[in-house]
């Protein structure tokens, strides 16, 4: 069982995942995911779409 990253409680068999770029994070609820996201300014990933997003607002220096 995982504890979650919030309050430490089991996550149960459906925890909360929350993907961030270091690594993923899972929570025992939506509010502790939402909590952690609030207090480290974390934005979700979007969802398993392609990563490769033709589109990506990649900065390029001229
Ligand atoms: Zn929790």
New binding site residues.
Partial sequence: MKP?D????DCGNKPFDLVTPEKTLQ???E??RGIYEMLHDIKAAPAQTTQNNPNSPERKPT
Avoid: K, T
């Fill in positions: 979650c919030l309050c430490s409680l929570f025992c609820c509010g502790c």
